[in-house]
């Protein structure tokens, strides 16, 4: 290029660095005449060199500028150029600029979205903001709206412009001049930024009938046949909604106890619980959202061992995950081995008495053998109550993050973190931004909510607990190139929930000086803490974030990835390979991808001990089984150092794991002063949502890890719904 005609171009440029095109509008391929944006060709090209490991944006712009050229010329005087015509000119380009490998890999990137656009008309919704597959298919599963006749009537773009607007609207309530419409939109480039996403029933509800929010219920049971079917009435409505439920049966007389009115005998917690268990099966028919339940009983309940041994047999209480209330004393008479003291609830006198360790050894053998009972340190949990007046806490919901009062409600919604990293980079002011959103927005919803009893709505409106947390933790360590199991990983950690903490606190302190504090304010926590106003009795906890990770396209919770390369189940009948797009990206970059690398990764879902990988990446892509139990729990305790409510994690250990590691985990929880504690080793439920391959296969012929459609990590049990 001669001088004069650089200097031309370099006069054509605009503050973004893009050439000013006459190229004014582009026709994209469902018909849309929409404004052109050379920057997003510079992208593609700068990604299509970075996956032949080419790291050159000057490049990228050089190559882009020359395509707009063809396409003024080309286009000059004639139609619209179409988004085919101009992926077009992007080929011919870089194979006469001599950019073959570049040309190569666009080309393969085209063919593959092609095969997806074609994958997404069978699903049947229009997809405006480029999803995953699976992402689609479950919007459409769960989110998006139906006619009468079940036909999808909403896209994804409309649902969250739905929710956008339901919550915005909330500040008309204490500002009558708020700028609702410019608060709809941060919300609404909030969620489709996939930045942050509300819990499932937010999506689902907002702006319909039904228009129940929350996610997370405990309902109180009382030693009564009126109050513990009351309390199934209560659950149904619920789980109706979208919400699951949580229960405490230590208020229940134990089994062979006196029943006056009738002068029989009690049947106990475990039978009244299949009450509950057969009503979510047949509620959860028809929903969206299969129903779940937490049962919890205290350790010292007289029927404890028939609660600890409660899921011996397949299948039995399915729709309950089962988590024992530890006491302080009960973990010290245990240190000490001596006997533990059974206490009739009704009676409060001693039933009998147990070596503490014959209790605990029952529940670290039946949590290896099906998954449960988990661990609720409930006096640890009630330690760190933030409104003790109004009593115990008793029970979780059902994934164990959200501690309740009776008849409490949380709504929660988690922060992308995979979406706060950039050039290798934490954007703290980003995640600043992004967290006293989130905050606006949950708050919004307690408002919004349309509650299914009168109960829930009071002490839910009297504590005005949020639940803000996090997904794509397993992503950000891998950008920042730190391997999970190190110590460097939990400082990071700290480091971030905290900072998360303190601002969502924050948050929470100024909206409260412009609309009051909770109405539970006087004598809580954070009166005695010196604070002269807080909006929300609580703001953070770690929720397993399931579906929503899947929408967001990244890793679960806090969890590590589950694999690198797997298969996903997506339609009746259609199974696609998943491969971790760092992963790809950086496989790409080094010069290592390879299909049959990929297929070969898919069988065991782990790259350790494959020597095409670099030692360096094989560091910092391990997978949940490839971390030592120890490092699972270290790395909750440290998200718990910072976290109102607690975490929703689990410890995924091998099959051939023994009753010792067990033990360990759950001793190192308590030192470590976690809320609670659940473990599952792996293939110790014939259902599973998860099945490993070759590795650890639990099924003949699995030859690959096999992953349904709406499983992000953690829990791989069926019984684990979110």
Known sequence: ??????????????????????????????????????????????????????????????????????????????????????????????????????????????????????????????????????????????????????????????????????????????????????????????????????????????????????????????????????????????????????????????????????????????????????????????????????????????????????????????????????????????????????????????????????IFDLIVHMAWRTGDPGLIFIDEVNRLNPTPELGDIESTNPCGEQILLPFESCNLGSINLAEMVADGKINWEELRLTTRSAVHFLDNVIDANKFPLVQIERITKGNRKIGLGVMGFAEILIELGIPYDSEEALDLGEKVIKFISEEARNESVEIAERRSSFPNFKGSVWEKKGYNAVRNATQSTIAPTGTISIIAGCSSGIEPLFAISFVRSVMEGTQLIEINPLFEKIARREGFYSKDLMLEIARTGSIQGLKEVPAKFRRIFLTALDIDPEWHIRMQAAFQKYVDNAIAKTVNLPPDAGLDEVRKVFLLAHKLKCKGVTIYRYGSKKEQVLYLGSRFAVRSGEDHVLAESEYAGGCPADACPF
């Open 1 to 358: 290029m001669s001088g004069g005609q650089a200097e031309t171009n370099m006069r054509k440029r605009d503050r973004s660095g893009m050439m000013k095109s006459s190229l004014g509008e582009i026709v994209k391929r469902d018909g849309r005449v929409v404004p052109f944006d050379q920057g997003r060709i510079t992208r593609a090209i700068y990604k299509a060199s970075l996956s032949v490991g080419v790291d050159d944006k000057g490049m990228a712009e050089k190559i882009s500028d020359k395509v707009v050229e063809s396409l003024e010329e080309k286009f000059k005087g004639k139609a619209i150029p179409n988004v085919e015509a101009v992926q077009d000119t992007v080929e011919q380009t870089l194979l006469r600029q001599g950019y073959a490998d570049i040309a190569k890999s666009y080309i393969l990137y085209r063919e593959k979205r092609a095969e997806i656009r074609e994958a997404k008309k069978l699903i049947g919704v229009e997809d405006e903001l480029k999803l995953g597959l699976n992402a689609l298919r479950v919007l459409k599963r769960r989110y998006l709206l139906k006619d009468n006749e079940g036909l999808i009537i909403e896209t994804p773009a409309q649902l969250f412009r739905r929710v956008a607007k339901v919550m915005a609207k909330v500040d008309l309530t204490y500002d009558k001049k708020a700028d609702v419409h410019r608060v709809e939109d941060e919300f609404y480039q909030l969620m489709t930024s996939f930045k942050f996403l509300p819990n499932s029933p937010t999506l689902m509800n907002a702006g319909t009938a039904i228009g129940q929010l929350s996610a997370c219920f405990v309902i109180p049971v009382a030693d009564s046949l009126r109050g513990i079917f009351d309390a199934v009435k209560y659950m149904a409505l619920i789980q109706q909604s979208g919400g699951g439920t949580g229960f405490s049966f230590s208020r229940l007389r134990p089994k062979g106890d006196v029943v006056k009115t009738t002068k029989g005998v009690a049947s106990g917690p475990v039978s009244f619980m299949r009450v509950f268990d057969a009503a979510t099966d047949v509620i959860k028919q028809g929903g969206r959202r299969r129903g779940a339940n937490m049962g919890v009983l205290r350790v010292d309940h007289p029927d404890i061992e028939d609660f600890i041994t409660a899921k011996s047999k397949e299948g039995f209480l399915a729709n309950f995950n089962l988590s024992v209330a530890v006491t302080d004393n009960f973990m010290d008479v245990l240190e000490h081995g001596e006997e533990f003291e059974l206490v009739d609830p009704r009676t409060r006198k001693v039933a009998r008495r147990l070596p503490a360790k014959s």
